[in-house]
């Protein structure tokens, strides 16, 4: 629409809305069921919600990814990834932005892997994959980098989950983790981090605390070895 203006009323408005529609995401308390109805009705503005936020948390986790992989030796495009919890795809967009190829997807929310599928950035996605449980549908040992940013997050899944992720990887992958700071201070994850790292089954090679996710507030990137 030629000569467009938002007024300022207009874009308070706008912010009031996609806040809200986060902050109700993280009232769920886990509850699957609630999760997933929830995602459903979300799926078609949760972009234009989170980047109205300043939602930058893909975009780092893609960046830490990349930088994992070329201290590593390895090629972007001859790595194969597991982004857990995809959602609408906005990882894949910046993994395939960092040169990554072979991205597979799961998800709990099929409208939100729908999404995924039309960015074209991913090779399999499959939805009903609730991380709160062992995922099926994967190969485990397989994928030699696993990316989970925003789902690990307050009314979300709790810290056990990290097993169910951990199990696809291959030993040597890299996963990459998100944890928003409100989730982390209130979660087990950090215990359940320091507990697999203690039996030998994750190696700890990065914690950047606070780092940038959201206008609201930041976000814990872990960068752990398999
Ligand atoms: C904040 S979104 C993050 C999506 C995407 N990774 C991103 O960064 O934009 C959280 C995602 O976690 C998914 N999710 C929530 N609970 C889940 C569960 N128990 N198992 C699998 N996925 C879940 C939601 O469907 C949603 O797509």
Redesign the pocket.
């Known amino acids: 629409m030629s000569g467009a203006s938002f007024k300022s009323t207009d874009i308070d408005a706008n912010h009031d809305v996609s806040l809200e529609n ?1 902050k109700a ?1 993280h009232a ?1 308390s ?1 509850d ?1 069921s609630a ?2 109805a ?2 459903q009705d ?2 078609e503005t ?2 234009a919600d ?1 980047s109205a936020e300043g ?1 930058v ?2 975009a780092f ?1 893609a960046h830490l990814a990349a930088a994992a992989v070329a201290d590593a030796g390895m090629e972007p495009s001859d790595v194969t990834v597991l ?9 894949g967009a910046e993994l395939a932005r960092s040169g990554f190829g072979a991205v597979d997807g ?4 099929r409208p ?2 729908e999404k995924a599928q039309a960015t074209g950035f991913y090779r399999n996605l499959v939805g009903g ?5 062992p995922i099926d549908c994967v190969e485990d040992e397989h994928y030699d980098l696993v ?5 690990f ?1 307050v009314g ?2 709790e810290a056990e ?1 990290l097993d169910h992720i951990v199990a696809p990887a291959r030993a040597g992958a890299f996963l990459v983790i ?1 944890t928003r700071n409100s989730y982390l201070r209130e979660s087990r994850f950090t215990q359940h981090v320091d507990e697999l790292v203690g039996d030998g089954k994750l190696e700890l090679l990065k914690a950047d605390d606070d780092g940038p996710y959201i206008d609201e507030e930041g976000a814990t990137y872990w960068v752990l070895r398999k």
Do not use: F, K, N, R
């Open positions: 986060i995401s769920l886990g699957v999760l997933d929830y995602y979300w799926a949760y972009d989170v939602y948390g893909p986790t982004d857990a919890g995809c959602g609408t795809g906005l990882v799961v998800d709990l929310s939100m892997v994959v609730d991380l709160s449980e990316t989970c940013c925003g789902v997050t979300h899944v989950a998100s």
